[in-house]
């Protein structure tokens, strides 16, 4: 073989030149070819790792790079941008959200609550690679790890979840929850792997008994309904009674406050009638007598006419005859 590589080789090689030096010439271009061949360029997508009799040597970014040809050095180029998908208690990439060609994985997705009930749940690990050494070279088989993590650690946070916040409010919290739990065991393994979302796709009772549980969830449903009639028609209620209260402490303030300003008056009249009456006994209980009598007589229609002044002041008594006569009714002829 190198016989006749040496005559193919004398062939292209100009005639003047010597056996002995073509095959050095030869050689000359076999090695520049070799050393052309440690040049290498990364993608913006990439992230270079350059190994050296196959142990790690550095790291390079995205462009144009150069290595010691093989097999002294080599590179491996794995994409650190690329969004990777892992899909446990079903299989089909988007069959949850399509409803397409799904198939349940039941020994992935039955898991065990708080409230020690079963639970049927769909749900997908998005991944990405953040340090490409370690991914490389930390874990054997990265995407089983994943997932082996991610069902671990899913089946520990519904462990501590009971089933009714399972069904609903608390879906986004597991979420959250999941994936820091995946996250602090990847980076205790150094995986060199970001856990960028954890998504619920169906949390569901048990296909065995989901109608038992939709009927125990409309039963809810209407009981806490009925709570928050009870307890809006409680706070009406409550309102009012406390306006009502109000309204009656306040009246009775406001008629305090009157008895005690009237009483108050009364003692001060009292008061100052003592005063006069202390001074002019004679007179203040004339006056006294005489304002009784007026306040008596003030809404009577009598007159009283002093018997020794009638004749003196030419008064002539007469008796109102019309006045006594009964005043006809007149009838009402209006329907």
Do not use: C
């Amino acid at each position: 073989m190198l016989r006749r590589s040496q005559d193919r080789f004398k062939k292209v090689m100009p005639s003047g030149l010597g056996g002995g030096r073509g095959i050095l010439i030869g050689v000359v271009v076999v090695v520049l070819i070799w050393l052309a061949t440690g040049f290498y360029r990364v993608q913006p997508d990439q992230q270079g790792v350059v190994l050296r009799f196959g142990e790690y040597v550095r790291d390079s970014g995205p462009g144009l790079h150069y290595h010691f040809p093989s097999p002294i050095e080599s590179v491996l180029r794995p994409s650190v941008t690329t969004v990777n998908r892992i899909d446990i208690g079903f299989t089909g990439e988007g069959a949850a959200r399509t409803g397409a060609q799904s198939r349940d994985i039941p020994g992935e997705s039955l898991m065990l609550t708080g409230d020690e009930n079963i639970i049927d749940i769909d749900f997908t690990v998005l991944w990405r690679i953040n340090n490409a050494r370690d991914f490389l070279f930390n874990v054997r088989n990265p995407e089983e790890t994943v997932r082996a993590v991610a069902e671990s650690a899913m089946r520990e946070i519904i462990g501590r979840t009971d089933i009714q916040p399972a069904l609903s409010e608390a879906r986004g919290q597991i979420e959250q929850q999941t994936r820091q739990l995946i996250q602090g065991v990847l980076d205790e393994y150094g995986a060199g792997i970001e856990i960028t979302e954890v998504q619920l796709q169906s949390v569901d009772p048990p296909g065995e008994v989901i109608d038992a549980f939709s009927e125990v969830l409309r039963a809810r449903q209407d009981l806490e309904t009925a709570s928050n009639e009870a307890r809006a028609y409680y706070n009406q209620k409550t309102q009012q009674a406390e306006g009502e209260a109000f309204g009656l402490v306040q009246e009775a303030i406001a008629y305090r406050a009157e008895i005690v300003a009237l009483a108050e008056g009364d003692a001060r009249r009292f008061m100052s009638v003592l005063s006069s009456y202390s001074v002019a006994p004679d007179v203040t209980a004339q006056r006294l007598f005489i304002e009784t009598l007026e306040d008596v007589l003030s809404d009577t229609n009598k007159i009283i006419i002093d018997g020794e002044a009638e004749g003196a002041q030419g008064v002539v008594p007469y008796l109102p005859l019309n006045e006594l006569r009964p005043t006809p009714r007149t009838e009402d002829n209006t329907q």
